[in-house]
C-alpha cells in the first residue's frame, strides 16, 4: 500500500514499512528510501500492510508473527496434522494433485525464497531464490509455476527443471487457465489503477481482459476456460463479480457484503470465496455451465463456520482439505505498535 505524510510516501517493500522523501508540487521522490519499521504483518491477497499513519507524524503498525507450520485441516475445520518445519511462510499453493505445494518463505536476512514441498512428508527443496512475495500458480499439469519477480515482472519456471524459465511479461499471475493457454495477471496502471490481462502461458501475447478506472484483480478462470471471476470495486467496495472471458459482455455481481479473498474455483464447479470483512469466513456457490450460460446456487458456508485458521493457506482441487500456515505460539496475542514522529526520526543526525 502507498501512504502520503507531510514530505514523505510510505510503501512496502519486502515487509518492511519503506519511507521515501516526496514532493508534493512536483509529484516526484527525490533522495533514497529508508526503513521505518521491518516485518510487517502482510496481506498477500491484497498487498497491504496492517498500517496506518497520521499527518502529524505518528505511525502505527501491526508486526508480523513469528515462526508457523504448515498443518492439514478437512473442511469441518479438524486439524489433520502438521508437515514438516516450521518457518516464516508468507504464502503456499497446492499442486493439483495435492501431494505437492510451492511455498514462499522469508529468510533471516529479510529477503524471499520458494520452495516446493511434499504435503505429505513435509521435505522441501528450494525452487526459487530471492524473488517476490507475490502468488504462486500451478498450471494444471502440475509440470509448471507462474511467478512474480521484483520487477513485477510474471514468470514461467519448470518443476522439473529450473533453469527451464521465461518471462511472460508484467504482471501478478493469479491463475492458470485449466487448458494451460493463458494466465490471468493483474497489472497497475497509473490511470486505470489495476487491471487483468491475459498473458499466452507459452509466451508472446498479452491481451487486456478489461481496463476502466475501478480496481480489477485476482482474475481466476472457470474450469470451461469461458468465465472469469475476479475482484471488483465498480460498486464502491471491492466484491467478486464474473464476466465472459471475451471481456465484452455483462459483468454479474457474486457478493455484496464485500470479500477480500482470491476466489478458488473447484474441479467440480464450485467457488468458494470469503464474503466479509476480515476474509475469515469461507463460503461456497456451486455453479452450473452450459453453453454460453453460467448460473449461481445459495451461498453455504464451509470449514465448519469456523474461522479459517490463516490468511496464509490453499484450498485442495477437489475441495475435502486446506493446507495452512499455522502460527507456532498460537496464543500470543497480537500489539500494535505507535511510533511517534517518525519524520523527525528519520531527519535525526546519526
Not at 255 to 273: E, K, R, V
Amino acid at each position: 500500500g502507498l501512504y502520503a505524510a507531510p514530505g514523505y510516501v510510505l510503501f512496502v517493500r519486502g515487509r518492511n514499512l519503506m519511507a521515501q522523501p516526496f514532493d508534493a508540487s512536483e509529484g516526484t521522490l527525490n533522495g533514497e528510501s529508508v526503513v521505518l519499521a521491518e516485518n510487517l504483518s502482510f496481506n498477500t491477497n491484497r498487498y497491504t500492510g496492517a498500517i496506518s499513519v497520521s499527518t502529524r507524524g505518528t505511525l502505527v503498525y501491526l508486526p508480523s508473527r513469528s515462526l508457523s507450520r504448515l498443518e492439514w485441516f478437512d473442511m469441518e475445520g479438524r486439524s489433520q496434522g502438521k508437515v514438516g518445519e516450521p518457518a516464516h511462510y508468507f504464502n503456499v499453493a497446492l499442486a493439483p494433485d495435492g501431494q505437492r505445494a510451492v511455498a514462499g518463505i522469508r529468510r533471516e536476512d529479510g529477503k524471499n525464497d520458494v520452495w516446493i514441498i511434499d504435503a505429505i512428508r513435509g521435505t522441501r527443496a528450494k525452487f526459487i531464490e530471492n524473488t517476490s512475495h507475490e502468488w504462486l500458480v500451478w498450471s494444471h499439469d502440475g509440470r509448471r509455476i507462474a511467478y512474480c519477480d521484483h520487477e513485477t515482472r510474471c514468470h514461467v519456471r519448470d518443476t522439473d527443471d529450473a533453469r527451464k524459465d521465461i518471462i511472460l511479461g508484467d504482471g501478478i499471475a493469479s491463475d492458470w487457465s485449466p487448458d494451460g493457454k493463458m494466465i490471468s495477471v493483474s497489472r497497475q496502471d497509473a490511470k486505470t489503477f489495476m487491471d487483468i490481462f491475459l498473458l499466452d502461458a507459452a509466451g508472446g501475447s498479452a491481451r487486456p481482459f478489461n481496463r476502466t478506472n475501478d480496481l480489477e484483480m485476482a482474475g481466476m478462470f472457470s474450469p470451461d476456460c469461458k468465465w472469469l471471476v475476479y475482484l471488483s470495486n465498480q460498486s464502491g467496495r471491492e466484491q467478486l463479480v464474473v464476466a465472459p472471458l471475451t471481456g465484452s459482455g455483462t459483468v454479474r455481481q457474486i457478493t455484496f457484503t464485500g470479500s477480500n479473498m482470491i476466489p478458488c474455483w473447484l474441479d467440480d464447479g464450485t467457488l468458494l470465496y470469503s464474503e466479509n470483512s476480515t476474509g475469515a469466513k469461507l463460503f461456497a456457490q456451486s455453479t452450473k455451465l452450459s453453453g454460453d450460460s453460467i448460473e449461481f446456487g445459495e451461498p453455504q458456508p464451509r470449514f465448519g463456520g469456523l474461522d479459517l485458521p490463516s490468511r496464509v493457506y490453499s484450498i485442495s482441487h477437489d475441495g475435502k482439505r486446506v493446507l495452512a500456515a499455522v502460527p507456532e505460539d498460537k496464543n500470543k496475542s497480537e500489539s500494535l505498535i505507535l511510533v511517534q514522529n517518525w519524520p523527525g526520526a528519520i531527519s535525526a543526525p546519526r
